[in-house]
């Protein structure tokens, strides 16, 4: 199973959005609404921003958003703010008890 | 509060095995999978496989199986990951989490092993 494709790194400044792609294919995020995404800071354990496709679980903020296209997901972040520099990384379901990572992507906050 | 508490760093020889450990707490571990994956310096995460605590069955991801081990103890509340026998390439942060319907909620902090002559 090939990983995701993510942008390398995407950047913005402080109040703009910036948006993450995850593309795979139709046995992963096109096939399931089972993509979610993390955040790693540097030496942290990661922690989940959004499941199944468009959900928040509680205490992430709402600047965090999801959506899915086909098979491509998308993780936007509104109004950035310093905090928000980090890895991102997305996964899919892809059947069979079988998950696939993407390759991450570094937000850099100019 | 849940909590995936894993074992320390290490440091191995080529061909030398190895056992790490993810602890939970705060939740019923035999009612969730834990999953392990695999992060190589400065590379995305791997999916290597998942343990149902209540029956010990176990799914390899086809790019791990025969590679590594995963087993549980599930009256110890404590998953793990084990190797025969090491190689370079197994230098990487393995960690632990909790699926709860298809998402990944909780993490371990992560354990990092080195492989190193």
């Known amino acids: 199973q090939s990983a995701l494709t993510q942008p390398r790194s995407v950047s913005g400044s402080p109040g703009q959005s910036v948006t993450i792609s995850c593309t795979g294919t139709s046995s992963d995020v096109g096939g399931y609404n089972y993509v979610s995404w993390f955040q790693q800071h540097p030496g942290k354990a990661p922690k989940l921003m959004i499941y199944?496709?468009?959900q928040r679980p509680s205490g992430v903020p709402d600047r965090f958003s999801g959506s899915k296209s086909g098979n491509t997901a998308s993780l936007t972040i509104s109004g950035l703010q310093g905090e928000d520099e980090a890895d991102y990384h997305c996964?899919?379901?892809?059947?069979?008890?079988?998950?696939?990572f993407g390759t991450g992507t570094k937000v850099i906050v100019l | 509060e849940v909590q995936l508490v894993q074992s320390g760093a290490e440091v191995k020889k080529p061909g030398e095995s190895l056992k790490i450990s993810c602890k939970g707490s705060g939740f019923s571990f035999t009612s969730y999978w834990i999953g392990w994956v695999r992060q190589m310096p400065e590379k995305g995460m791997e999916w290597m496989g998942i343990v149902y605590p209540a029956d010990s069955d176990v799914r390899y991801s086809p790019s791990f199986r025969g590679q590594v081990t995963i087993s549980v103890a599930k009256s110890d509340s404590t998953a793990y990951l084990q190797w025969s026998s090491l190689k370079a390439s197994d230098t990487a942060i393995y960690y632990c989490?909790?699926?709860?319907?298809?998402?990944?909620?909780?993490w371990g902090q992560g354990t990092l092993v080195t492989v190193s002559s």
């Open positions: 989490l909790r699926l709860d319907d298809y998402q990944f909620d909780y």
């Open positions: 199944d496709v468009s």
């Open positions: 996964y899919s379901y892809a059947g069979t008890y079988t998950y696939v």
